[in-house]
């Protein structure tokens, strides 16, 4: 191949517009999913990404714009994290799972599965006082288990396959939550909250949790839930 012929193909492959590697998978929780606060305006009309400073001693997110903002990715990844798992952790939790049968309720699906576990536990201490023998709770847990089961199956038809369906009800969420990818973890951060990292006056004096502002997303956003949770 002509040496000329050989340069305008390696300008045409190597062209920007050509490039189709999206580069290395994130190493960091919010790294290019946190938002600039300052580049950033309230209204999220325009957004700039955080990025983690490569090479640097310590781990820190920085505004993939301009070197105006720098905040520690230890402090600022476990305060969101608390923020979310604390949110998880509470008994409504599977209201976050979006139905995607509107004939199905699902909110009478979950109350009659918590009725039917309280229903078992009552089963057992009347057996414990005699009100009951071992074979009338037997029957009854029988058929208690079978309706569970299929309240279940009911449930998981109705519901979206989410990111975060493994955090729902787990009796233990951060070890489920330390136990998970960090794909997976990045997959839950979006489904939930906005993080906008915020400027601050304060040096020198550790991490300032006001410096973090999380908006809860979606439906969450509209039923009570402070929506800059990390700015209070």
Same mark, same amino acid.
């Given at each position: 191949?002509?040496?000329?012929?050989?340069?305008?193909?390696?300008?045409?492959?190597?062209?920007?517009?050509?490039?189709?590697?999206?580069?290395?998978?994130?190493? #960091?929780?919010?790294?290019?999913?946190?938002?600039?606060?300052?580049? !950033?305006?309230?209204?999220?009309?325009?957004?700039?990404?955080?990025?983690?400073?490569?090479?640097? +001693?310590?781990?820190?997110?920085?505004?993939?714009? +301009?070197?105006?903002?720098?905040?520690?990715?230890?402090?600022?990844?476990?305060?969101?994290?608390?923020?979310?798992?604390?949110?998880?952790?509470?008994?409504?939790?599977?209201? =976050?799972?979006?139905?995607?049968?509107?004939?199905?309720?699902?909110?009478? =699906?979950?109350?009659?599965?918590?009725?039917?576990?309280?229903?078992?536990?009552?089963?057992?201490?009347?057996?414990?006082?005699?009100?009951?023998?071992?074979?009338?709770?037997?029957?009854? !847990?029988?058929?208690?288990?079978?309706?569970?089961?299929?309240?279940?199956?009911?449930?998981?038809?109705?519901?979206?396959?989410?990111?975060?369906?493994?955090?729902?009800?787990?009796?233990?969420?951060?070890?489920? #939550?330390?136990?998970?990818?960090?794909?997976?973890? +990045?997959?839950?951060?979006?489904?939930?909250?906005?993080?906008?990292?915020?400027?601050?006056?304060? +040096?020198?004096?550790?991490?300032?949790?006001?410096?973090?502002?999380?908006? #809860?997303?979606?439906?969450?956003?509209?039923?009570?839930?402070?929506?800059?949770?990390?700015?209070?």
């Amino acid at each position: 191949m002509p040496i000329e012929t050989f340069r305008a193909v390696q300008r045409i492959l190597t062209e920007p517009v050509r490039v189709i590697n999206p580069g290395a998978a994130p190493k #960091w929780l919010g790294s290019r999913l946190y938002l600039c606060g300052i580049c !950033t305006p309230e209204d999220l009309s325009t957004r700039t990404t955080c990025h983690v400073r490569a090479g640097a +001693r310590i781990p820190a997110y920085r505004c993939g714009d +301009r070197a105006h903002l720098v905040r520690s990715v230890e402090h600022t990844d476990r305060f969101v994290v608390g923020a979310i798992l604390a949110r998880l952790a509470r008994p409504d939790a599977a209201d =976050l799972l979006a139905p995607v049968k509107p004939d199905v309720d699902v909110a009478a =699906l979950r109350a009659e599965a918590a009725a039917i576990r309280g229903n078992l536990n009552e089963l057992a201490a009347d057996m414990a006082v005699g009100l009951i023998d071992r074979r009338q709770m037997i029957a009854a !847990t029988t058929r208690a288990k079978a309706r569970l089961a299929e309240i279940e199956s009911e449930l998981q038809a109705a519901v979206v396959q989410s990111p975060l369906t493994p955090l729902i009800n787990a009796s233990d969420i951060r070890a489920v #939550w330390d136990a998970l990818p960090l794909s997976h973890q +990045r997959l839950v951060l979006q489904e939930l909250v906005t993080v906008r990292i915020l400027t601050t006056g304060r +040096r020198g004096r550790g991490f300032d949790p006001s410096t973090v502002e999380i908006r #809860w997303n979606g439906r969450e956003a509209t039923t009570g839930e402070n929506p800059s949770m990390g700015t209070a």
